[in-house]
């Protein structure tokens, strides 16, 4: 066990230096190439058509599909499909985004040719700016050489996770570029775990009568009566104004249980100050929070006021918990 522990710290060491050295990179040359090469992607109607072979290809892959995800209209030609038919996917006015370690890829003459012939603008990743993918690219960015994280190195390990990390870099940068909104991302991603947490809290909140409040001076036999009819195992209480100023839940209850409980008002048993959130926050920021604050309801709030109240059971059927 000990030795494939070694294994994994050699390998992850490995492959942490060929991150380090293209963040360094980017004091260089390749700082200037990545921003040519993003305001190439960024022009009005660009595709961006990501190509690469064996694992580039697979890395290039990942590349497409997180452009398209994040705002970047891109998909994933195969160099082997592109002589027979494919090249008629890639239009004049596209980028393409080839990735060759080696820059020398034979499967990639039939997108060469076709970048020559038509004019067409390429952002080439790879570790040889003078190689073949090199002369022909409108903008290079040359990856520094490092040490595959495979002892004989052969595997490409260290060479893809820095593509894919400038894969994600180019992302993110026209995603930051584009003004790409968490609402945006929903319309993408509208299923599953991920589609759940970028719901909002007004969309599964419990509002109008459903809320468990109590004004300031209510004893606690009445109080008692609205936390249990409501379900949400607490209530809160409201000021004159209608703000919120305090919350009374089962842990208050059991902290101040006593023969004369029942004889207290509200403010004498509450926690002052309680944990809010807004309608527009989104359900995963909202799971994160009750985990942190070990609590199981949160109210929302508008100018201090509540409008809802949210509850962990409403989250599991959403799917984010």
């Not at 660009?46 to 697979?58: F, N, P, Q």
């Not at 947490?197 to 036999?221: C, F, N, W, Y």
């Amino acid at each position: 066990m000990t030795d494939h522990l070694e294994s994994a710290r050699r390998t992850l060491a490995s492959e942490i230096l060929g991150l380090e050295a293209l963040a360094g990179a980017f004091d260089g040359p390749l700082g200037e190439a990545f921003s040519r090469a993003v305001e190439l992607m960024f022009e009005p109607s660009v595709r961006v058509i990501v190509t690469g072979m064996g694992k580039s290809g697979h890395i290039g892959r990942k590349i497409a599909a997180t452009m398209a995800s994040t705002g970047t209209p891109a998909y994933f030609v195969h160099p082997g499909e592109a002589g027979h038919g494919d090249l008629g996917m890639i239009a004049p006015c596209d980028v393409i985004l080839a990735l060759s370690w080696s820059g020398e890829t034979s499967e990639l003459a039939s997108i060469l040719a076709y970048v020559d012939r038509f004019d067409v603008r390429m952002v080439a990743v790879t570790s040889n700016a003078d190689s073949g993918l090199g002369r022909a690219a409108t903008v290079v960015l040359e990856l520094p050489k490092v040490e595959e994280a495979c002892p004989h190195g052969l595997a490409p390990t260290s060479s893809t996770t820095m593509q894919l990390a400038i894969g994600d870099a180019l992302a993110v940068a026209l995603l930051e570029g584009h003004g790409f909104s968490a609402d945006d991302f929903r319309i993408f991603h509208p299923g599953g775990k991920l589609g759940a947490s970028l719901k909002r809290v007004r969309d599964v909140m419990h509002d109008g009568e459903a809320i468990p409040l109590v004004p300031l001076g209510t004893p606690m036999t009445e109080a008692i009566i609205a936390m249990t009819g409501k379900g949400f195992g607490c209530v809160g209480v409201t000021d004159e104004e209608g703000r919120l100023i305090g919350i009374v839940t089962d842990g208050d209850l059991r902290r101040h249980i006593s023969s004369d409980l029942l004889a207290h008002r509200v403010e004498e048993v509450m926690t002052r100050g309680p944990k809010t959130i807004r309608p527009e926050t989104l359900l995963g920021r909202v799971i994160s929070t009750l985990n942190v604050a070990s609590i199981t309801a949160l109210f929302v709030v508008e100018n201090q006021k509540p409008v809802g109240i949210v509850h962990v059971h409403d989250l599991l059927r959403a799917g984010v918990a």
